[in-house]
């Protein structure tokens, strides 16, 4: 008996043991797919981390929606917020967007026209604050001058070459009668403005920046070459907030003469200043869909 009890007590510890190392085993591989997992899971995170650092676009969102978070009309950015929101910007390249151009059989006009190529605008976000869009410019397109009203506006060439101007409204001056080839105009809608930017510009190049009343408000783009111009507008465009995008025609110097140039004390070069009036015809933009980068809003 003894030894028969010797013997199955000896194979109820084998058994013990032999469970106890299957336990064990289990534990070990369960702990091993346990740090699989968690280190699929760091490189997910790690993966995911990298795409959001390479997505400037979302960078771009990101920023705007900081630098204007209390944006309203007539509202600027402190500098330091708009040094982040033009470094941002400057940092931008085309591959970012992975834009394509849109194809010249829609982007021009008909054959032997005088009239300029349309031009492609694609909105990649607008919100109350602020709004991020793509100006496509075949070359001769144009976008003719217009203004911001109580805006800031970033204009980032991306690529190509295109010819700027922008003026700013001249105040306190009294332009009651304009006589304009020969014919007087009285209260015409006709303003007085200075040339803020004259030149061509040519990617890559910095990012231009304009204020409600300054800087240039008031800009014109003609391209040169194929052209890519992003613009950021805070706050956009709203016709219930009384924000019309208004279009104007320059005048120079050598058209119009006023009657009371001493109270104007024009003491500069006459040929930085131009009358700018009022236009009633829209412009016209072919929309296209934006295909780049996902923006987490």
Aim: aromatic share 10%; charged share 25%; hydrophobic share 30%.
């Amino acid at each position: 008996m003894n030894n028969i009890g010797r013997i199955l007590l000896s194979k109820t510890s084998l058994s013990g043991n032999y469970y106890s190392y299957l336990s064990k085993k289990k534990k070990k591989k369960k702990k091993e797919m346990m740090k699989k997992k968690k280190t699929k899971k760091d490189c997910e995170k790690r993966k995911r981390s990298r795409e959001s650092n390479n997505n400037m676009v979302q960078k771009l969102y990101d920023t705007c929606k900081q630098v204007f978070a209390n944006g309203k009309a007539g509202y600027i950015p402190p500098p330091a917020d708009i040094q982040r929101l033009t470094s941002v910007l400057d940092s931008l390249e085309p591959k970012d967007i992975r834009f394509t151009a849109p194809s010249l059989e829609f982007s021009s006009r008909s054959p032997g026209t005088k009239e300029a190529p349309l031009v492609t605008y694609i909105k990649l976000h607008e919100c109350n604050k602020f709004s991020i869009g793509i100006f496509y410019l075949p070359p001769s397109g144009v976008i003719p001058l217009h203004n911001h009203p109580g805006m800031t506006v970033f204009s980032k060439l991306l690529a190509g070459t295109m010819h700027a101007k922008s003026y700013d409204w001249v105040k306190d001056h009294d332009h009651k009668f304009i006589h304009c080839k020969g014919r007087e105009q009285q209260e015409s809608g006709m303003r007085l403005a200075k040339v803020h930017v004259d030149a061509e510009l040519s990617a890559p190049c910095n990012t231009s920046v304009l204020f409600p009343e300054s800087g240039g408000n008031l800009h014109c783009f003609k391209a040169l070459t194929h052209c890519i111009l992003l613009d950021v507008l805070g706050p956009p465009y709203s016709e219930s907030e009384g924000r019309h995008c208004t279009y104007y025609q320059p005048y120079s110097y050598d058209m119009i003469s006023f009657s009371d140039v001493k109270k104007m004390e024009v003491k500069e070069d006459e040929t930085r200043y131009a009358w700018l009036e009022e236009r009633n015809e829209q412009f016209l933009v072919l929309g296209g869909s934006y295909d780049g980068p996902t923006i987490k809003i």
